[in-house]
Structure formats: structure tokens, C-alpha cells
């Protein structure tokens, strides 16, 4: 006797491992509705003229051996006159540790992390590199 058992097909595109949401704000797209609602800030402060020169997906290197990071945002802040850079984190991954040591000491300059609740995003930390 053969029993044949329904299988339901599963659609993996479009699935990211973390469960993000994709989101697309201004027709940017975003991997997640996290990072998207972090744009969403940046903008306004842009708006208000609290910052200015709001860039997306800025490579930074760090060390000497050109080690790169792509941060998610970087502005310039118009009060205190200086570039700061921006990343949302959702999940803190093995790789994320290890960025963040490396920004400590190789950093450019400032950089928020910023992270989600119910309320919506909100800065985590700044990590200042040792140099500055």
C-alpha cells in the first residue's frame, strides 16, 4: 500500500535567515523594516537641518591592511561640524563583534548603532574610535 502524503511548497525568495522585512521608503529599498524606519529618522533630522549630506551605504576601511565595512548611513552632524556614521542592528552577529572592536580603534569617527523595539528605532550606542 502506497500512501502519498501532501507536501507544501515552500517559496525561499524573498526569505532572509534573520526574518527581516524588505521595506521600500522613496523608492529606496531597504533589507529591513528596521533599517528603513532608521532612514526614516535620518530624514527628518535632515529635514529639520539638524543634519546634512545623508548618504547610504558608505564604505569605510578599517586598519592598515584596508579591512572594509559598508555602513549603512553617514551624515554630517551641523552642530558639532562632524561625519558621523550610522548602522542598524537587528541581529548582532559574529562578524558585528568584531566590526565594532575593530571601529574602536580604527574608526573614522563616530558611529550610532541604532536598534528596534515595539516603539520603533532608537540609538543603542555610539562607539567613539580611541583615536579621537
Do not use: C
Amino acid at each position: 500500500m502506497t500512501v502519498t502524503v501532501p507536501v507544501k511548497r515552500v517559496d525561499l525568495m524573498g526569505w532572509h535567515k534573520y526574518g527581516a522585512k524588505k521595506t521600500t521608503i522613496d523608492g529606496i529599498s531597504f533589507p529591513s523594516k528596521g533599517e528603513a524606519e532608521t532612514y526614516s529618522v535620518l530624514l527628518l533630522l535632515q529635514k529639520g537641518e539638524v543634519i546634512s549630506g545623508l548618504n547610504l551605504q558608505e564604505t569605510v576601511y578599517l586598519t592598515k591592511a584596508k579591512i572594509s565595512y559598508k555602513t549603512d548611513f553617514s551624515f554630517t552632524a551641523l552642530k558639532a561640524v562632524e561625519k558621523v556614521w550610522v548602522e542598524f542592528k537587528g541581529v548582532e552577529t559574529d562578524r558585528w563583534r568584531l566590526i565594532k572592536k575593530l571601529w574602536k580603534h580604527y574608526g573614522p569617527g563616530r558611529l550610532q548603532v541604532y536598534k528596534a523595539n515595539n516603539r520603533g528605532v532608537y540609538l543603542h550606542e555610539e562607539i567613539i574610535p580611541s583615536g579621537e
